[in-house]
């Protein structure tokens, strides 16, 4: 279903936007997580997550994964069960455009090529222990997907 029309509401309304915050492990570099160098403002040149704004006829799992394929090249499934939700990240400055809440995933996944596109200027699988500055608040989105994993792993 597409949602048409002019809409009017008397309170202002923030933007969605997805994240994906993907790890593998990777023999050289241990753990790693995929980022992207952003291609345009704000942040231009900085590394993020794979994300963007949600689209009006997607649920926020859709929105993630074709983020995430149309900005690094890789496919992921809803199917698998490996996506899950991190977290709602709301603070009121966290993007200089406007007032937008971002809706974060994790998953660890097997190393893949990925390739930059669509807003992304590069893709890269970077190691954990040797990061550049993120862009918005995505070091504080970071720091919860890496406690979450330790908390998962000590559940197995």
């Given at each position: 279903?597409?949602?048409?029309?002019?809409?009017?509401?008397?309170?202002?309304?923030?933007?969605?936007?997805?994240?994906?915050?993907?790890?593998?492990?990777?023999?050289?570099?241990?753990?790693?997580?995929?980022?992207?160098?952003r291609g345009g403002?704000p942040y231009k040149?900085?590394?993020?997550?794979?994300?963007?704004?949600?689209?009006?006829?997607?649920?926020?799992?859709?929105?993630?994964?074709?983020?995430?394929?149309?900005?690094?090249?890789?496919?992921?499934?809803?199917?698998?069960?490996?996506?899950?939700?991190?977290?709602?990240?709301?603070?009121?400055?966290?993007?200089?455009?406007?007032?937008?809440?971002?809706?974060?995933?994790?998953?660890?996944?097997?190393?893949?090529?990925?390739?930059?596109?669509?807003?992304?200027?590069?893709?890269?699988?970077?190691?954990?222990?040797?990061?550049?500055?993120?862009?918005?608040?995505?070091?504080?989105?970071?720091?919860?997907a890496l406690r979450?994993?330790?908390?998962?792993?000590?559940?197995?």
């Amino acid at each position: 279903m597409v949602i048409q029309g002019t809409y009017t509401y008397e309170y202002p309304r923030p933007a969605v936007t997805t994240d994906c915050v993907l790890f593998c492990q990777d023999h050289e570099e241990g753990l790693s997580v995929l980022l992207i160098e952003r291609g345009g403002e704000p942040y231009k040149g900085c590394w993020a997550f794979p994300g963007g704004f949600l689209e009006m006829d997607e649920t926020v799992e859709e929105g993630a994964v074709r983020e995430l394929q149309e900005e690094t090249g890789l496919i992921l499934s809803l199917d698998d069960g490996r996506l899950k939700q991190l977290g709602c990240y709301s603070k009121v400055d966290r993007d200089p455009r406007g007032r937008v809440i971002t809706i974060a995933f994790y998953a660890i996944v097997d190393k893949a090529e990925v390739k930059g596109s669509d807003d992304a200027r590069d893709a890269r699988w970077l190691p954990v222990s040797a990061l550049p500055p993120l862009a918005f608040d995505h070091d504080v989105v970071l720091r919860d997907a890496l406690r979450r994993l330790e908390t998962d792993s000590h559940m197995h």
